[in-house]
């Protein structure tokens, strides 16, 4: 919700989303990327179009551009 996004980004924290758009919980994420927008919290949606609820291929690269992303 709002209030726990606004209290992460007084902390300094930041956001990723690693998601495809045929998972159950994409309509949830970009509800979400709003909020993110809407409070200005730094984040990083890596969109992988035509995946369900799943892993990408790629998914050990997307996951270390996360953790670098979210370290930096």
């Known amino acids: 919700d709002k209030d726990r996004v606004k209290k ?11 998601g495809g758009d045929k998972d159950f919980g994409y309509k949830r994420q970009k509800e979400m990327e709003k909020v993110f927008i809407e409070e200005k919290m730094v984040f990083l949606f890596m969109f992988n179009e ?6 990408p291929k790629d998914f050990p690269s997307q996951l270390q551009k996360a953790i670098a992303f979210l370290t930096t």
């Open 50 to 55: 035509g995946l369900g609820h799943e892993l």
């Open 8 to 18: 992460a980004v007084q902390r300094g924290l930041r956001g990723v989303f690693i």
